[in-house]
């Protein structure tokens, strides 16, 4: 018998569910005060006087497996627990069983096709920004998980990309962008770009530090329900903005 439930308040170890490569974000603070844990329970059981049992005697229950979410970036975290045959199983939360099927994927920052730390960007020149569209950075991304009799699929994609320019200004878009084609010339980007008022002149190695950050959105279905919520990741370029000289 599996059980999905929360872990105890007197766990030893203490954080939210699966947050690898980023930062994630949910619609409740259930979520982020305590970690994903599912129950198992051992088969066979281990005998009298095993190390399983601890303090504790088959008189007094089962020997169970309890895996929680809270090892570093999420990873497993494995105990052994001797519970009461006659407790009740604690309720299934799908909205965790779904946490569990996004801990599966592998979700990572935007894939940044421009602006590029090799490209030459002039104050006053439209930066046309972009990403590639993979499916581990930009998705969808489906799988399932199940606890029990409750089985959740979750689809993962990115809904939007924020853009920190590293000059103080940040631009947001709602798609991958649009690659730059020299025929464009001087055109802005009719999806996602920036215009820069100052050089990098005075950064830290003479570039900004651009930063794009992807909300990964993932609905979920299962057990009766559906849901959503969010997970974030990000990665960086360094990039150097001159000015246009002109020469007389």
């Not at 930066?127 to 799988?143: A, I, K, L």
């Not at 199940?146 to 320019?165: K, L, P």
């Not at 950064?203 to 919520?229: L, M, P, R, Y």
Request: glycine fraction near 12%; charge should be negative; hydrophobic fraction near 30%.
């Amino acid at each position: 018998m599996w059980v999905v439930c929360e872990a105890d308040e007197d766990s030893s170890a203490s954080g939210s569910a699966a947050k690898p490569a980023g930062s994630g974000s949910g619609s409740g603070d259930k979520q982020q005060a305590k970690p994903v844990c599912t129950t198992e329970r051992m088969v066979p059981q281990p005998p009298a006087g095993s190390m399983f049992w601890g303090e504790k005697s088959p008189e007094d229950g089962a020997v169970h497996q309890r895996t929680c979410l809270n090892g570093p970036g999420g990873t497993p975290v494995t105990e052994s627990v001797v519970l009461d045959g006659t407790a009740a199983a604690p309720a299934i939360d799908p909205e965790l069983v779904a946490r569990q099927a996004v801990s599966k994927m592998k979700l990572l920052g935007p894939t940044i096709g421009s602006p590029r730390t090799a490209g030459r960007y002039t104050v006053g020149v439209p930066v046309w920004m972009w990403v590639e569209r993979t499916p581990t950075s930009y998705g969808p991304q489906t799988t399932s998980a199940t606890a029990g009799a409750v089985t959740v699929t979750a689809t993962a994609r990115v809904s939007s990309i924020t853009w920190s320019m590293g000059d103080g200004s940040s631009v947001t878009c709602n798609g991958p962008g649009t690659p730059y084609r020299s025929s464009e010339g001087m055109a802005q980007s009719p999806t996602c770009g920036h215009v820069y008022a100052k050089t990098s002149a005075g950064a830290q190695s003479h570039k900004f530090t651009v930063t794009a950050t992807s909300t990964w959105t993932v609905d979920w279905k299962g057990g009766g329900e559906a849901g959503e919520f969010t997970e974030t990741r990000e990665s960086d370029v360094q990039v150097a903005v001159g000015e246009l000289q002109v020469v007389r």
